[in-house]
């Protein structure tokens, strides 16, 4: 009697302990599929991106003015920024996320090699207006999907260090409120 | 014989109504701009570094766009939606000049512009010039563009600005917007239309 009562303590213990660790705090676990990159209840797909302004040494042309830098987020990337109101090239990186959990999460940040800054847009159309906002998170319903479109949400990557080259492929890293981080590879299309 | 001969008067009349509309009959896509306005005249900076005078494309389809290089959505989504349409209307594209205006003249400098506009198509026409040249033609062509300031990004600011397309025929008429939304088959058709006819 006593041994199966040790035994039920250690099961709820096990049990406990594998709900209990989130990713955020664990090294993400990444199982890619046919259909996308799971982390969690969360199943990234159909990552793809492409340039969305002039080539990166098109900075250089950039004539210098020296204000509202001291606005702009402080990076790495700071240096360059320097030069004037010139942010180089940017891109765009489109996703879908689909949640089978009965838990929202959050969308947090994304972060790449690809350029100084990544950050989280979403587009606006009022009454013919084309407005572009930065966002502090995008929402993935619970038991629902979201999907980063051209004209909605997008990640954009902002000072690019290479050319978007069609057929390429780059990392991208998406950090999650609850599910944690996780790594997927954006294809490049042609525009 | 009998079939044949019944149907030889159809037959002519469908020929001499083909004839009658070589370009066919149509209905326009986007938003007629009815009676259609003269295209405001303006002179710019292409990014070839030529000057551009509307006036002077007069013959040709001129697709007008407001926009900037930052723009990283909807500029980029426009420009290479017509690049598409370019490819599906062939030999008729020549008939057609495609130039962006930028709403951003601080920071698309021609160099800048040229890799912007060179990216979806060769023959696209960057225009820049100095905020004293721009903002007349935002005014006369009821663009709308707020710079706004973005303290959270590495962008510093943005442009919001209208999102059409504005249509110029070979008179120099400005007849049509292209809505934002609208696809590459419906703006395909409307620009054959308009190349067919010499004119909205």
Known sequence: MRFRMILAVAVCALILAACGTTAATTAPTVVPTASGTTIGDLQIADVWSRQAGPMPDAMDDAKPTASTISDAKPTAGASSMAMGE??????????????SGSAPDRLIKASSAIAKNVELHTMLLNDGVMEM???????????GEVALKPGGFHVMPIGLNKALTPGETFDVTLQFEKAGSVTVQASIRPL | MAIKRRLF???LLLACLLLLSACGSHTYHGTVIDPPNDATDFTLTAHTGQPFRLSEQRGKVVLLFFGFTHCPDVCPTALSDMA????KLGPDAEQIQVALITIDPERDTPARMEKFMT???????????????IEPIIKAYGVTAKRRDLPNSALVY???HSAFTYVIDQNGKWSELFNPDMDIDAMAD???YIVCKGGF
Not at chain 1, 86 to 99: E, H, K, S
Not at chain 1, 136 to 142: G, L, M, R, S, T
Not at chain 2, 84 to 87: G, L, P, Q, S, T
Not at chain 2, 119 to 130: E, R
């Open chain 2, 119 to 133: 990216i979806f198509n060769p023959t696209f026409l960057g225009l820049s010039g100095t905020r004293a040249e």
């Open chain 2, 190 to 192: 409307d620009l054959r």
């Open chain 2, 158 to 160: 943005t442009v919001d």
């Open chain 2, 9 to 11: 008067i159809p037959i």
């Open chain 1, 133 to 143: 906002r930065p966002v502090e998170a995008i929402d993935v319903p619970a038991s």
């Open chain 1, 86 to 99: 010139d942010t180089g090239a940017v891109g765009a990186v489109y996703l879908t996320i689909r949640n």
């Open chain 2, 84 to 87: 598409a349409v370019f490819r």
